[in-house]
């Protein structure tokens, strides 16, 4: 490449072209990872299911957490990483973002779109990845917009930033559909004069889906039984993609994700949940979860929800900063998310709020930020806590993580380094145990 520059913004600029190239050239190059076999060592070690290990060791191999403790050692040869008596955490799972969906998280022609798919509008080079990854989240859950009724299938993601699409992808995570009620979708389509403009017109075309659905269903089912018993002249159904989404659903093949904020509506969807029998997994926002909050355990349904953020709109009128910590006392899975891309990186700091808002524990203000995240999301089997087994989805923290002096030095997920502050350039122009620091971008000041 020519790269001659002749002021300071253009040997700026002609630096990112040239770390562009380089990091293009690094990921399509093939070259090979680095081992997944590492040990951490003279680290405190805040586990979330097994509390705190003082001065604690873990050992990662080929990607997964094999052993930790306080006597802790790894193979001759093994990788050792000093911890230098910081903290280790898991990794910081988000239940909800809509990083790197850019302008697609809503398709706004229809209240009822579970054909969408947001894969297919995963833009894996969005830089919203790595500032999640830099503030120490390796999953996150990125579901469609509130505008819809029944919205779109989310996509489950860990931010290996730099990694090909399919590289990001959580491999095998169950599938989650989006569903919504409340203002969003009775604004956007009562402007434009159509049903739902109410909150009625809200579960009534919900109700209404669900029902074409179970239709849908029945006139497979007879066409599969016509099949079965030797009919040649037996015509299929006209296949309806919008239909076949929501027959997962009624299979209990995808969890159910609803956005919802009021109570009476948190009590209208629980028991729209029994009528249709699907897994309603949590609902986001539930800023008035607290009002209701031992209907909700008794459900067996968790909430994705806010630290403190209240007032933006009518139905976020009566949320208080005490509704996480007074629904883990009644027994409800509670998790923290972004929906954000400037939580996301620090919802560190966001889940340490219930500490002081309601007087949670550690262990649940930890919680909130990894396994229950992780169980929204249907993937506390594999990340969220360090346990043997697990993917070696971890943080090293300079400072507590549950302060604002709490920063991610080090992020491994599947026991390779994907980021790591003490670099040049706060990053890697390509991943694994031994990342290369990235080149130093040059900051230029207005009219240089």
Known sequence: MNCRPATLKSLAACVLSLFLVSTTMAQTSGTPAASKDILIKNAVLLTVTHGKIANGSLYVKNGKIAAFGENVSGPPGVPVIDAGGKYLTPGIVDPHSHMALRDDINEATSPVVPNMRMIDAFDYTDKA?????????????????????????????????????????????????????????????????????????????????????????????AYNDKVKKGDKDAVPPKRDLKLEALADVLQRKMLVQIHCYRADELLNEMAMAKEFNYNLRAFHHALEAYKVADQIAANHVGIATFADWWGYKYEAWDAIPWNAVMCIRKGVTVAIKSDSNDYIRRLNQEAAKTIRYGGATEEEALRMITLNAAWIIGVDDRVGSIDVGKDADLVIWDGYPLSSYGVPEKVYIDGELFFDRTL??????????????????PVVKEGE
């Open 129 to 221: 990845i790595y500032h999640a990854l830099a503030g120490g989240v390796t999953s996150a859950l990125l579901p469609h917009g509130s505008a819809d009724m029944i919205g779109g299938q989310a996509v489950v993601i860990k931010t290996k930033y730099g990694l090909g699409r399919d590289e990001m992808l959580f491999p095998n995570a169950p599938q989650s559909i989006k569903f919504a009620s409340g203002e969003n979708p009775k604004r956007v389509f009562g402007t434009k004069g159509q049903l739902p403009s109410t909150r009625m017109g809200n579960f009534a075309v919900q109700r209404q889906a669900l029902v074409d659905a179970q239709n849908y269903m029945q006139e497979w089912n």
């Open 424 to 441: 040049p350039g706060y990053g890697t122009t390509h991943y694994g145990n031994t990342a290369e620091a990235a080149p130093v971008i």
